[in-house]
């Protein structure tokens, strides 16, 4: 019979190490994720979106995020400050629409974002090295949460398998390293 440990675990067994090796690799990838682009990035962006049609700011935030599959999220403290100085330079006009000011090109707007055709952030993202990076935090803390679970609720057999599986699972990983 197994004894239950008071934080969940079992008797004898280092679970704690298991939650801590979550924490070390959440705390990674946080590091990592959400990149940071340069003025120049979110001044494309920006110019890239608003060729295609007017938007307000926060629109042009989450069609960054989204055309960037989630590896860049550009804050509203660059978006605001880029919109201005475009407005400032004469390449963006803005309206007032239920309540929000919305942006569009203006003609010289229009020839700057003509001649940046083709070089929006998001494309350099994709062809960039670890493009997608993004996805390799979740798939690693949904992979350290069923192990965890495994035990926690294991038995001793399950546990077992499951470590063989996270060995083989670690070697695959080393091995796609390996070939490029």
């Given at each position: 019979m197994r004894n239950p440990h008071p934080a969940g675990g079992f008797a004898g067994s280092n679970f704690d190490g298991v939650w801590q090796a979550m924490d070390e690799l959440r705390a990674r990838f946080d590091k990592r994720s959400g990149s940071r682009a340069g003025r120049g990035e979110v001044r494309a962006a920006v110019l890239a979106l608003l060729a295609e049609?007017?938007?307000?700011?926060?629109?042009?935030i989450r069609e960054i995020e989204e055309r960037s599959h989630g590896n860049w999220k550009p804050s509203a403290g660059s978006i605001y400050p880029t919109l201005q100085l475009l407005a400032d330079e004469g390449m963006v006009d803005t309206e007032e629409a239920n309540g929000r000011k919305v942006y569009s090109l203006t003609e010289a707007g229009r020839e700057e974002a003509e001649e940046a055709k083709g070089s929006a952030p998001?494309?350099?993202?994709?062809?960039a090295p670890g493009a997608g990076f993004a996805v390799l935090p979740k798939a690693g803390m949904e992979l350290a949460q069923a192990a965890a679970q495994v035990g926690r609720t294991g038995s001793p057999e399950q546990v077992k398998e499951a470590a063989a599986v996270l060995d083989e699972a670690r070697r695959k990983l080393y091995s796609i390293l390996a070939q490029g």
């Open positions: 049609q007017p938007m307000h700011g926060y629109q042009i998001w494309d350099a993202e994709s062809a």
